[in-house]
């Protein structure tokens, strides 16, 4: 085993977050829910989402059978709500196209509509233990500071040990080898870090400066605010875009704007509208 390996294996046996609840399951369904809920979404905000979420749908055959409206209220508090329509629709799949059991082979779960090459490699690793190496913007960062580009993260992968590495690297970039502020100091690899110590200079190269935007202002609040309204109608209820206007007082929103964003939402499928009325699809 590689000593960069053995490090950081070693610190995930005493310091890993192995206590999660999609830590402990090799369930595929169960471990899918997270890694959508996981996705921009910090991990105490989805542990007790996730838990109630699981508790409702217990199975791929539950969240396909549900109505998009249920499972869109239960999603309440995660935000980036095309989530959930995504997932419902790759539990449909799944019921469809393989008899309701998530599938373990590469090119199927590539086939969903919803799964990236990511999420299949999460799939993989941590239901079924295989030694893919999924790769999201945190691992990504990790793998380029230990080895300066050297070595490809597939490459690292010990053998038999996918889940657990896969779980060590990102425990380690959300903890010690973070964006903004990695903790050198008390690395446990920096024995073994290419990049030890980390300059400013390098941290600055990697998170080029951008103009922040307001968040009451960006279309993901105002989005998020009219799913939300639409959350608390009654079942077989809905609203009219003039209410909705009046109702949520979007900031720097007039009612054109408004009905444009509703109209996104419909594409989407998250939302019906009929004779100028809202709701939640069903």
Same mark, same amino acid.
């Given at each position: 085993?590689?000593?960069?390996?053995?490090?950081?294996?070693?610190?995930?046996?005493?310091?890993?977050?192995?206590?999660?609840?999609?830590?402990?399951?090799?369930?595929?369904?169960?471990?899918?829910?997270?890694?959508?809920?996981?996705?921009?979404?910090?991990?105490?905000?989805?542990?007790?989402? +996730?838990? !109630?979420?699981?508790? %409702?749908?217990?199975?791929?055959?539950?969240?396909? /059978? =549900?109505?998009?409206?249920? *499972?869109? #209220?239960?999603?309440?508090?995660?935000?980036?709500?095309?989530?959930?329509?995504?997932?419902?629709?790759?539990?449909?799949?799944?019921?469809?196209?393989?008899?309701?059991?998530?599938?373990?082979?590469?090119?199927?779960?590539?086939?969903?509509?919803?799964?990236?090459? +990511?999420? !299949?490699?999460?799939? %993989?690793?941590?239901?079924?233990?295989?030694?893919? /190496? =999924?790769?999201?913007?945190? *691992?990504? #960062?990790?793998?380029?500071?230990?080895?300066?580009?050297?070595?490809?993260?597939?490459?690292?992968?010990?053998?038999?040990?996918?889940?657990?590495?896969?779980?060590?690297?990102?425990?380690?970039?959300?903890?010690?080898?973070?964006?903004?502020?990695?903790?050198?100091?008390?690395?446990?690899?920096?024995?073994?870090?290419?990049?030890?110590?980390?300059?400013?200079?390098?941290?600055?190269?990697?998170?080029?400066?951008?103009?922040?935007?307001?968040?009451?202002?960006?279309?993901?609040?105002?989005?998020?605010?009219?799913?939300?309204?639409?959350?608390?109608?009654?079942?077989?209820?809905?609203?009219?875009?003039?209410?909705?206007?009046?109702?949520?007082?979007?900031?720097?929103?007039?009612?054109?704007?408004?009905?444009?964003?509703?109209?996104?939402?419909?594409?989407?499928?998250?939302?019906?509208?009929?004779?100028?009325?809202?709701?939640?699809?069903?």
């Amino acid at each position: 085993m590689k000593p960069v390996q053995r490090h950081l294996l070693s610190w995930y046996a005493k310091n890993g977050r192995a206590s999660l609840p999609w830590r402990k399951t090799r369930d595929p369904y169960r471990i899918l829910v997270s890694e959508f809920m996981l996705q921009q979404t910090q991990v105490d905000r989805v542990l007790p989402k +996730y838990r !109630a979420f699981v508790k %409702r749908f217990p199975t791929v055959r539950a969240l396909a /059978a =549900a109505s998009l409206a249920d *499972v869109i #209220r239960e999603w309440r508090g995660l935000g980036y709500n095309s989530r959930a329509l995504r997932l419902k629709r790759i539990a449909e799949a799944v019921v469809t196209r393989f008899d309701g059991a998530v599938p373990r082979d590469l090119e199927a779960l590539r086939g969903l509509k919803g799964i990236g090459p +990511y999420t !299949a490699a999460a799939l %993989r690793a941590f239901a079924f233990e295989c030694d893919d /190496a =999924a790769v999201d913007t945190n *691992v990504g #960062r990790v793998v380029q500071r230990l080895t300066r580009g050297a070595e490809e993260p597939q490459a690292l992968v010990p053998r038999g040990r996918g889940h657990d590495w896969n779980s060590a690297l990102m425990d380690f970039g959300a903890t010690i080898c973070t964006a903004r502020a990695p903790k050198c100091a008390i690395c446990p690899l920096k024995k073994v870090c290419l990049s030890f110590p980390i300059a400013p200079s390098d941290l600055q190269r990697e998170r080029p400066k951008v103009k922040a935007v307001p968040f009451e202002r960006t279309t993901r609040f105002a989005r998020g605010r009219i799913i939300d309204r639409l959350r608390s109608l009654p079942a077989g209820r809905r609203v009219s875009l003039l209410a909705l206007h009046r109702e949520l007082a979007l900031p720097g929103r007039s009612a054109k704007d408004v009905t444009i964003l509703v109209e996104a939402l419909a594409r989407d499928g998250l939302v019906t509208v009929r004779k100028r009325q809202v709701a939640l699809t069903d």
